[in-house]
């Protein structure tokens, strides 16, 4: 076995300081980065740059989130530039077998991920990109492989430097170090990789589909839940809304002006700031400084802030239309951005977001938000007064509650187990590349 690392004969005397120490087969070759690859980088552009027609372009977005390790612009969607870019930007061409790098990384674990041009599709490296195209004769899928293993991603980990972004240089990836077999070896090893991995991934992509249908089927639950009851016997009624349907017989629909009254009153010093949620609605605790930044929350003039209770309504006038609305579970203070409802003894408010985080509820919130484009949209006071909301007698809302709470907790246990699962094929499949690429595992 060989030792990569600082230091090592394989690599010449010169001690690299961000290399690590791995062990490979003796007959396996070392080559540094920078004598494996010429460079070049993406197109200089942004996102409004990008139309729906003309040269496809991979940015470091699709890298991070939708099409890394491999790109084809012939089954994978893109965003496009003009053909102008092909005579100004030649050099942000990619060919087939080159890799791109996303040159930022929002965490750690991000660094020096990549995706590899599979086609001969004419398709440019977009913004935020490094391209590295190799130069000598290697099996490109194996090399893939390579820079996707473990052992290659920690050297480059090692090497960034950021806080919340880190950024992956040219320099950085050419004092990196990768490793090859003989060719046919290099074939070999790809071709079990792809065999074994394309296995692993339908595993995941089954796990995946099975959360997504626990969730889709606890959403339904919960709309049949707060629009229908839990009693499957009860008689029924028309709702006298149309996209409500039909209610049970001992439920009404009213407007929100005979179920909410507005609180105005200012907030006070030593009062957590909350925040409303598209995706869990208020927060149960004051708001860290990141999200007061990210959001641009300022807090100087406490004055400005409106006072929420436990047991209020409280929504975002800027995000309701997307969800972002939700029940007040302790005393605090919210942005001047947002309404504030308080509920009359008819309502309970547990119950209400429950209803209005159902889709067809989010989307009278659109219909009633005033607005010419969608981040323009506004749910005024006088607007959510319209609003109609179904309303069981409160003994019921508690129950409903209750019913929901305990379907919520199966099924969220239902996603945590999946969730560990998946995590362990992924964890798995990272060891089989890495071992494989190394010379672990023999492959006839």
């Given amino acids: 076995m060989v030792a990569l ?130 130069i000598s004769d290697v099996s490109h899928r194996f090399l893939a492989y390579v820079l996707d293993s473990i052992t290659y991603r920690n050297q480059v980990r090692r090497a960034v430097k950021g806080v919340k972004v880190f950024s992956i240089t040219k320099a950085i990836l050419k004092d990196t170090k990768i490793w090859f077999p003989k060719v046919a070896q290099q074939i070999k090893i790809a071709n ?111 004055s400005k802030y409106i006072l929420v209770k436990t047991g209020d309504i409280a929504f975002n006038m800027m995000r309701a239309w997307q969800g972002g609305i939700g029940a007040v579970s302790t005393d605090g203070m919210v942005s001047p951005a947002y309404i504030v409802a308080k509920p009359k003894p008819r309502i309970n408010s547990e119950y209400f977001e429950l209803q209005y985080r159902c889709p067809e509820f989010i989307q009278q919130m659109d219909r009633y938000s005033k607005g010419i484009t969608d981040f323009r949209k506004r749910l005024y006071w006088d607007s959510f007064k319209q609003l109609n909301t179904v309303v069981p007698p409160i003994e019921e809302q508690a129950e409903i509650i209750r019913h929901i709470k305990t379907l919520s907790d199966k099924t969220e246990s239902g996603v945590i187990l999946l969730h560990k699962q998946i995590e362990k094929l992924k964890e798995y499949k990272a060891t089989l590349i890495n071992s494989a690429v190394t010379g672990k595992i023999k492959v006839a």
């Fill in 192 to 302: 079990y990789l792809d065999q074994k991995t394309a296995l692993l991934d339908e595993a995941i992509t089954i796990k995946e589909k099975q959360i997504s249908l626990l969730k889709e089927r606890k959403q339904i639950l919960i709309q049949k839940a707060v629009t229908q009851g839990l009693n499957p016997n009860v008689l029924m009624k028309d709702s006298g809304v149309n996209w409500i349907g039909n209610i049970p017989e001992h439920w009404e629909v009213f407007a929100n002006r005979a179920l909410f009254s507005e609180r105005v009153e200012k907030g006070r010093v030593g009062l957590p700031l909350l925040s409303v949620s598209i995706h869990s609605g208020v927060s149960k605790e004051e708001i860290s400084d990141d999200e007061n930044v990210r959001g641009r929350v300022k807090i100087e003039d406490k």
């Fill in 5 to 134: 690392g600082s230091g090592n004969q394989a690599l010449g005397e010169d001690s690299e300081r961000h290399s690590i120490v791995i062990d490979i087969p003796n007959h396996w070759s070392v080559r540094r980065f920078r004598d494996s690859f010429s460079f070049s980088k993406g197109l200089t552009i942004t996102k409004e740059d990008l139309e729906d027609e003309g040269v496809p372009c991979v940015n470091y977005g699709e890298v991070h989130s939708k099409y890394g390790f491999e790109i084809d612009a012939e089954k994978h969607s893109l965003k496009c530039v003009g053909e102008k870019y092909l005579k100004e930007n030649p050099k942000s061409l990619l060919f087939r077998g080159d890799i791109v790098f996303a040159d930022t990384s929002e965490d750690i674990e991000g660094s020096g991920n990549f995706t590899q041009l599979i086609s001969e599709s004419t398709i440019f490296a977009g913004y935020h990109t490094v391209i590295a195209r190799p």
